[in-house]
């Protein structure tokens, strides 16, 4: 269970086109899901979290304009990145939380990744 | 924000060795959360232990929450346990903040 999945796996475009990178989760609901961004040897930084029906909240230093996040329901974020540039190649890994009930548990589970090459 | 830091940065090791590494965070934390990288960068979840003690094979971990410290333990190493373990800690209805992770080498 708790399986997460986004698509593509893996991007190549060129630079000024606008990529869109689904995140899904399979078997079961969540009204948050997170969008990560990490670098070659780096560790995974926080852009935003978006919760289903509203704006995403950004973080500091994330363009909202450039990474667009739609979370239009239970078991679906997107992610497209607008003009990219070589600069926004990267791994972004995409994590969900399923809604709380009893016995609250805050666990994240997370997606494969896509990789994005912009040239 | 909470700062989450990560002991040693890398660590090589023989072939069936044992193995701590130790995780600090700044904070109280309603989730605490190790994960190992693989080579294709796909992050496994290893365990979900905002606090107590836990085991699976060969691994096991440790989250003293009154300390703000948790320790992920390996035993009897293998060439496949090779990557970058990171842990990861977030407060009530917030995102994960991850450490800076720890490279594991273990050679044969």
């Known amino acids: 269970g708790a399986v997460v999945s986004q698509h593509p796996s893996w991007v190549i475009c060129k630079s000024g086109t606008s990529v869109k990178i689904e995140c899904r989760s399979l078997?079961?609901?969540?009204?948050?899901m997170f969008w990560y961004r990490q670098f070659p040897k780096q560790s995974l930084m926080l852009m935003a979290t978006s919760n289903e029906g509203s704006k995403a909240t950004y973080e500091q230093g994330v363009e909202k304009d450039k990474f667009l996040i739609n979370h239009a329901s239970l078991t679906l974020s997107t992610l497209t990145v607008t003009s990219a540039h070589p600069e926004d190649s990267s791994f972004y890994i995409c994590?969900?939380?399923?809604?709380?009930?009893?016995?609250?548990?805050?666990?994240?589970?997370f997606g494969p990744g896509t990789r994005l090459t912009v040239t | 924000g909470i700062q989450v830091e990560q002991s040693p940065p890398d660590l090589i090791l023989q072939e069936g060795a044992n193995s701590t590494l130790r995780c600090n965070f700044s904070?109280?934390?309603?989730?605490l959360q190790w994960f190992h990288q693989n080579p294709w960068g796909q992050l496994i979840n290893l365990f979900y232990i905002p606090s107590g003690t836990k085991q699976n094979g060969r691994l096991s971990a440790t989250t003293v929450a009154t300390e703000r410290y948790s320790l992920l333990y390996i035993s009897s190493s293998q060439t496949t346990d090779s990557g970058v373990y990171f842990c990861?800690?977030?407060?009530?209805?917030?995102?994960?903040?991850f450490g800076k992770g720890t490279t594991l080498s273990v050679s044969s």
């Open positions: 904070d109280s934390v309603n989730n």
């Open positions: 994590s969900a939380r399923p809604q709380s009930g009893t016995g609250a548990s805050y666990e994240q589970y």
């Open positions: 990861a800690v977030a407060q009530a209805g917030t995102a994960l903040i």
């Open positions: 078997d079961f609901q969540a009204t948050t």
